[in-house]
């Protein structure tokens, strides 16, 4: 696929001059001046279908991802109600199906070819689709608070004043969920990683001491899957068994790393003891390559999600209590009843085209080869001395730290974020940095499926092609701008 669009940074007077974003009272002329805009926004937008895009946690576009999302276009309709949309509650249906199974919980409900659908009961729905990695987050602290106190929806927290529990790796959707739904920050309670960047379970344990001692009341855990900069797995097993210990919800934060569910050995050296959690959350959109976005939310408790979302005032539009009458239209379950969301697109066609095509194996394989890369990838580094690995990688993020040119050697800490400006400057690729205690390094994310060692290697080949001829960092790493 010819690449269209640019790595080149520009700014928002840049883009102004580029485009035409204004708007105005008169219509363009014809549809030819409005193709002409949409091709300019094209070229000026960053290329994530390149799998030199390593910035985030996805890159790459494939045909069945544009196959499921002009569908998903096309309809133009909602997944609250059955009957506006009755294939694709059928298809979320199964979705959720088997991934619970795939988690390790067998799943009660009622598949969507079931002969006995007609009695189909939405207090036995254990899974949703939801609107990114952050909103499936969200929705495992809202089941959480919902299952330790039964009338959450009608006295709020009572007074009660609940703690849960993070990795400092964990991601920061906790703390904005923490503002969102009113525990405060002050309830999160960041525990201290091991030297592989794990959560480690006994600063876990003096963290639960410390809150109670403060009179705060330990309810919940997140366990991460695959952490955004280090890509870590934190000892899910191990979590699992000291929250019951404790009586504590144990939640799994496996946006990033869930797709290690598919390949079965990767799944043991990663994800062992998923299936003792309370909740999970996966996104498809991530590694798996489905539309932006296609994520889910997980429970394994029964009845959780109508308990902690349903609520009277939508009878004007929910009818699937109405669906067992004589005469009724249609019979099937309104899912806008156990989600946050009443207007939301079938986002779960984009698992399910996937899962389709290539069934559970060729995604596990899809996984695998990624692993493979990446091995090779990470040989290859070892034996450039200028490269630095700032940890052995877990998952698919390479964190690697540019050695600078002797010239540059005052400017160690920032010159990984010099090398990765250039890069974009060349138009050669987008990667992102994060930063350590030695300051700045490079962090490649395996997110496309076309993705190949070569692709990888060649970046970081440029990277060190960076000669001390270049600028002063005082020139090229800058301090981003208070406001636009």
Known sequence: ??????????????????VSLELSDAPLESSTDLSQVMQAIRENSVPAASP???????????????????????????????????????????VVSQLLRLVGW????????????????IESLRGLCVSGGSAANFM??????????????????????????????AHYSFAKACVALGFGTEALFKVEVDEHRRMSLARLEDAIIRARTLGWEPFFVSAT?????????????????????HGLWLHVDAAWGGPVLFANELRRRTMEGVEKADSISLDAHKLLGAGLTSSFFLTNHQGLLTQANDVSGG??????????????????????RISWQCGRRPEALGLWVLWKRFGRKGLGDLVEKMFS??????????????????????????????EPPSAYESERGVWSRHVREELRRMDFAMVNFSTDDEGDFLRLILANRALEAHHAIEILEAALAICSCEPSLAETVRTPPASL
């Open 1 to 18: 696929m010819e690449r269209v669009g640019t790595f080149r940074p520009s700014t928002m007077r840049e883009i102004r001059e580029r």
């Open 52 to 94: 030199y895009f390593m910035n985030q946690l996805f890159s790459g576009v494939s045909s069945e991802m544009l196959m499921a999302e002009h569908l998903i276009a096309g309809s133009r309709t909602t997944m609250a109600t059955f009957e506006a949309s009755p294939v694709f509650t059928a298809i979320e249906l199964e």
């Open 106 to 121: 067998e799943s009660k409900e009622q598949r969507p070819d079931d002969s006995h659908l007609e009695n189909f009961e």
């Open 140 to 169: 495992a602290l809202h089941c959480a608070r919902t299952h330790l106190i039964s009338d959450f929806k009608q006295t709020g927290f009572a007074g009660r004043k609940l703690a849960l529990f993070v990795s400092e790796d």
């Open 225 to 245: 899957a695959g952490t955004t900069v280090y890509g870590a797995f934190d000892p899910i097993s191990d979590l699992a068994d000291a929250c019951e210990r």
């Open 315 to 336: 009878d004007y539009l929910f009818h699937d209590d109405l669906s067992h009458s004589v005469g009724s239209v249609g019979a099937g379950p309104d899912l806008g």
């Open 373 to 402: 890369v990446r091995d090779e990838v990470v040989a290859w580094i070892h034996r450039e001395p200028r490269l630095k690995l700032v940890c052995q990688p877990e998952f698919l993020n390479i964190c690697v730290r540019v």
